[in-house]
């Protein structure tokens, strides 16, 4: 094991001048040893104070650490890989089909939750794509090339053969929102908020409601099934003319459908939208077209973000926990790491979902 030292730092003459320091790029390479020598303790102690081992006395244990921080002491990544046959990075493959990268709320939001929980326990993060430089790599190349411990999968197209083909290797892999036998996920229960929002508006009196859609996955799938069967159950016909597909996060393309929707000769007096950006774009349609969202029209979002449903009139939506998502990720990837077996019940978690009620829904 070794530590990295800044030649800023005072420095103990005995690492100062032995004959084999090691130095790279201006930074002195000092061993365990010589932190042992400095201290006047053993190699083993050093490294148990290091590591917070309780088997050290505490006065010696906190004078190890004070002198290795006097130092500049920073563990060394491949020093620990070589101990371990681990790196302690985990891979993040996040294409974004919108193109808003860490923009897009919903799963930079699983992200950072994630990433609290692995750095807690000693991971970093490094983002995988197809291509390195100018050189194109399949997404397990990548995570080979990164020399990963595993691989959170939280936004992609996960029908294509780059992804089964990862899905598919020895690497372990938590997906987010997709669901594959044998594998590990976990997914924000689409259908449940669909049903809510369907049965909140059918119960303040609506029943021509539209429904938008976004591109197709196993989250659209869930959510049109869901608002399909819920309709069902409450007798309602279902206009196919009020069933259309968007895209999520595409705002213009929903400003766009919600026109269409307005120019029907019976409009709908409800529209259910894919996610809270394409609600937002809808309202701006009903408004250039004269008509006040939550009056003449009422709308409902997904997802919940904070800040949209802070605008007037407040946003009717579904509020998805990306915290709980994220969190619950890491620890499905810690239990993988560590080799714990995971029953069969347990590699699928689903995360509860909250209606939010706005100004959005009118009452009939």
Do not use: W
Request: proline residues 4%.
């Amino acid at each position: 094991m070794y530590i990295i030292v800044s030649e800023s730092k005072p420095v103990p003459e005995s690492v100062r001048t032995r004959d084999t320091a090691e130095r790279f790029e201006g930074v002195l390479m000092v061993s365990i040893k010589d932190i042992a020598q400095a201290c006047g303790v053993s190699t083993a102690t050093v490294s148990k104070a290091l590591n917070n081992r309780n088997d050290v006395n505490p006065a010696t244990r906190e004078r190890v650490q004070e002198t290795a921080k006097a130092l500049g002491y920073l563990p060394n990544a491949m020093a620990r890989a070589l101990k371990t046959n681990r790196t302690y990075n985990i891979g993040i493959l996040m294409v974004d089909k919108a193109d808003r990268g860490l923009q897009h709320y919903f799963f930079s939001s699983i992200l950072d939750s994630f990433k609290v929980v692995m750095e807690r326990n000693g991971y970093d993060l490094t983002f995988i794509s197809s291509q390195i430089g100018r050189q194109a790599y399949s997404y397990y190349e990548h995570c080979l090339y990164r020399n990963v411990d595993g691989v959170l999968a939280a936004c992609v197209d996960f029908e294509s053969d780059d992804v089964q083909s990862l899905l598919g290797s020895s690497l372990p892999v938590v997906s987010v929102d997709y669901i594959k036998d044998g594998k590990y996920s976990v997914a924000s229960d689409n259908a449940r908020g669909t049903e809510m929002v369907t049965e909140y508006a059918i119960g303040r009196g609506h029943k021509r409601i539209a429904f938008l859609f976004g591109e197709n996955s196993q989250v659209t799938d869930a959510r049109k099934n869901a608002f399909l069967e819920t309709m069902k159950a409450h007798d309602l016909e279902t206009d196919e003319r009020l069933i259309l597909q968007g895209k999520y996060l595409h705002p213009e393309i929903s400003y766009k459908l919600t026109q269409q929707l307005l120019a029907e000769p019976e409009r709908p007096t409800c529209i259910l939208y894919p996610d809270d950006i394409c609600a937002v774009a809808g309202m701006t349609a009903i408004r250039d077209a004269g008509m006040t969202p939550g009056k003449e029209v009422s709308v409902v979002g997904y997802d919940g973000h904070p800040v949209l449903r802070m605008m007037g009139p407040h946003l009717t939506t579904i509020r998805q926990d990306t915290e709980r998502i994220g969190i619950r990720a890491a620890e499905t990837m810690l239990r993988l790491l560590q080799k714990q077996e995971i029953p069969e019940s347990e590699r699928v978690s689903f995360v509860d979902v909250q209606l939010l009620e706005g100004e959005t829904v009118a009452q009939l």
